[in-house]
């Protein structure tokens, strides 16, 4: 897979060149996995730490819940992508807030562990964000009764969000509130912040190649197809201007890398999770390009989202000015100075206090 291709998938995140994974020979992974494995073992009474396979949308959905208390907030995190999951890099970051939330990670269709468990031809003709919706409205529905739970908080994070935002709008009852990670209103928009912010940053750098190649499909998204070809260029220089990490380049091995070291995935597990990058991009691009919640005017749960400052794969902007307009019981703006796309494993102790400062007093049951 080239660096161009990856930086089509994960919703701008762009997979790293590493093609098909290959299992790592020797004993240094598995050492260092069983050391992760270890710290995180919850051993608390009334600790929780669970990973199973249940059946959802009629496959088999891979899911991993953990928290050091039972009685705390269950947090339903939605992973972005399409198809990158967090079960195996959450780790990096997800530990302390394990000690007031219990977090719940699924793998969606086409992603990680649920690729692997289900036959690709038979999950190809539901890859559409209805029964991705569908799917979040079921994991929640499972998660309340097997844990006791009234209600979750709804977490979702780039791709995730666009799938939690709809889960929230359909089910309401189901959710405390909404958290929204580098969450995406109107992708054309997005798109067009993105390049302008890409060109821009090499103008001002002085980075002719750059410069020529995002000229090259200016205007941009415009009123052409915003086809692959267009995306690759558009995302690529953005990216490498710290639009995804902030202060860094679009190289990202400490994310992943993750999964080498995640007691959660196993080789076979891995090679999953960059074939499903692939199959669920060729299924829900075109759709995904047409997403646009900027009419909805009205939300019916508490709504925080967190915004990184330096995030030009999913612009801010446009959240921000939804936010101010929209009515809901609660809104809450959180900025993350330090960051860009990457919030929680950016700055995993703003995280933290954010979480519990703005959405933890939203969420405790009586």
């Not at 929780?48 to 928290?67: C, H, K, L, P, S």
């Not at 909404?178 to 997005?190: E, H, L, S």
């Not at 749960?301 to 921000?320: E, K, N, Q, W």
Request: charged content about 25%; some cysteine; aromatic content about 10%.
């Amino acid at each position: 897979m080239t660096r161009l291709l990856a930086a089509l998938l994960l919703l701008a995140l762009p997979l790293l060149a590493h093609g098909q994974p290959a299992c790592p020979s020797g004993e240094s992974f598995d050492k260092a996995r069983a050391v992760v494995a270890d710290l995180q073992r919850i051993v608390t009474p009334a600790g929780v730490q669970d990973t199973y396979a249940e059946r959802i949308g009629g496959i088999d959905q891979w899911m991993q819940v953990r928290g050091k208390d039972r009685a705390n907030p269950m947090i339903l995190f939605v992973h972005g992508g399409p198809s990158s999951p967090a079960m195996p890099s959450a780790w990096q970051w997800q530990r302390p807030v394990e000690e007031f939330f219990t977090i719940a990670h699924y793998d969606q269709r086409g992603a990680g562990k649920t690729h692997r468990a289900n036959d690709p031809d038979a999950v190809a003709g539901d890859m559409a964000i209805g029964r991705f919706v569908d799917d979040a409205i079921e994991v929640a529905e499972h998660l309340r009764a097997r844990y006791g739970k009234d209600k979750l908080v709804l977490a979702g994070h780039s791709w995730g969000t666009v799938v939690a935002m709809h889960a929230a709008l359909r089910r309401p009852d189901l959710f405390h509130a909404y958290v929204g990670i580098g969450q995406v209103i109107d992708t054309r928009r997005n798109e067009r912040l993105s390049f302008e912010y890409g060109l821009e940053r090499a103008r001002v750098e002085g980075n002719a190649a750059a410069v020529a190649e995002l000229e090259s499909i200016a205007p941009y998204p415009g009123d052409a197809p915003i086809t692959r070809e267009r995306i690759i260029i558009a995302r690529k220089w953005p990216q490498h201007y710290g639009g995804l990490n902030a202060y860094r380049d679009a190289e990202q091995d400490y994310y992943y890398g993750a999964s080498l070291l995640s007691p959660a995935y196993d080789c076979e597990d891995r090679r999953a999770f960059f074939a499903g990058n692939v199959f669920t991009l060729e299924h829900v691009l075109d759709e995904f390009l047409q997403v646009d919640f900027s009419g909805v005017r009205e939300f019916p749960i508490p709504v925080v989202m967190f915004l990184g400052r330096h995030d030009y794969t999913t612009p801010s902007a446009p959240t921000v000015e939804w936010l101010e307009q929209v009515r809901a019981p609660y809104r809450r703006a959180v900025w993350f100075e330090h960051s860009a796309h990457m919030i929680p494993w950016e700055e995993p102790g703003r995280t933290l206090l954010a979480l519990l400062e703005h959405v933890r007093p939203l969420a405790v049951e009586p």
